[in-house]
């Protein structure tokens, strides 16, 4: 019995979690005699901002290193809050590959891993000029997070860097959605049908690797709380 409240409350509540007197109104409109106890509603919210035990479906389209869109399916329309918690995943991905870091030909410490690492002489070997003169893998550009219903999208040209870069993120995201999130989808590259993407035209870069923005929009939540979730149909 305590579930099934407990249910209608989360219900109630959904997308307004930030919002104190949005959660009073609906509760009053709803014609909840009384608010929960703190702890009650704090189990709530505690549960709701738990990840999802259920694994990330990642799917490759079409991808263009210099102009690749990526896509990410919630289980439910995000708050701001986990909107600013996937703009931080995704700067701190791009500001390293900005330093260069997926660098695949500069991979020392992996390849030793078969041996003991203690005291290896780090860049010693003969290939190492090659590797300095070779080309940096570095990121060129990213833009900021676009919300719409459950799916968030970011534009990136991954540049010289290595495609090293894409399972890092992958990795990442898929932490993200166990701990803290709820990931259904991630899509690598393509296009999408119900959201469409300017024709080989470049959005406006805004990325500010020191900043984490929420798009204007999603600042003030509906009244309702609720928007329905939009199923898109990808291609190449």
Do not use: C
């Not at 919210?45 to 990642?58: D, I």
């Amino acid at each position: 019995e305590q579930a099934s409240e407990d249910d209608e409350l989360a219900s109630l509540i959904q997308g307004a979690e930030d919002d104190p007197e949005e959660i009073q109104r609906r509760l009053q409109r709803a014609g909840v005699p009384a608010p929960p106890s703190a702890s009650t509603l704090g189990d709530i919210l505690e549960r709701r901002r738990a990840g999802e035990s259920r694994p990330v479906a990642v799917k490759f389209r079409n991808v263009d290193q210099f102009d690749l869109w990526i896509w990410l399916e919630l289980y439910t329309a995000p708050a701001p809050a986990a909107v600013a918690m996937v703009q931080e995943v995704v700067n701190s991905w791009y500001l390293l590959g900005r330093l260069g870091a997926y660098n695949a030909s500069s991979m020392h410490v992996l390849y030793a891993s078969q041996y003991d690492l203690s005291h290896m002489r780090y860049g010693e070997d003969e290939e190492d000029e090659e590797v300095v003169g070779s080309a940096p893998a570095a990121m060129a550009d990213m833009a900021d997070l676009e919300v719409k219903g459950n799916w968030l999208r970011f534009w990136v040209d991954l540049g010289t860097a290595d495609e090293l870069a894409l399972d890092i993120l992958i990795n990442a995201l898929r932490a993200l959605s166990l701990d803290h999130l709820g990931i259904k989808t991630l899509v690598i590259g393509g296009v999408n049908e119900g959201w469409p993407v300017p024709d080989r035209q470049l959005p406006e870069i805004t990325m500010d690797p020191m900043r984490v923005s929420v798009p204007d929009f999603m600042a003030d939540e509906e009244e309702d709380g609720e928007d329905e979730d939009e199923d898109y149909n990808y291609r190449d």
